[in-house]
């Protein structure tokens, strides 16, 4: 899949750097880096890894419920993108500058 900036969109669990991309998905919906909820869920590890993992999957129940319940509208996204400036050519060649 692709996003409107051309970009290649791979799914969150996909991805090389995540495990299931709960941490990853939350930072995205909420604008700030998923390490900072990364460390409290590998200290939550050392002390139980039970609650934890209890704790990842139901972070990923709310991941999935808020992705399905509001999905990320791409018209609006498409609309949104800068277009590039046109390309006009002329019949004169243009000199060419000179590097510094």
Do not use: W
């Not at 996003?3 to 604008?31: K, M």
């Not at 880096?33 to 993992?53: E, I």
């Not at 990320?72 to 243009?94: D, G």
């Amino acid at each position: 899949m692709q996003t409107a900036a051309g970009n290649r969109y791979t799914a969150l669990p996909l991805r090389d750097h995540t495990i299931l991309g709960v941490c990853e998905a939350i930072g995205e919906d909420f604008g700030f880096n998923p390490t900072y909820l990364r460390v409290p869920l590998a200290a939550c590890v050392l002390v139980s890894l039970k609650y934890a993992v209890v704790a990842y999957f139901a972070l990923g129940l709310v991941v999935l419920a808020s992705r399905l319940i509001f999905p990320q509208p791409k018209i609006a996204a498409a609309a949104a993108e800068p277009k590039a400036p046109a390309i006009v050519e002329s019949s004169e060649p243009q000199p060419l500058q000179i590097a510094a």
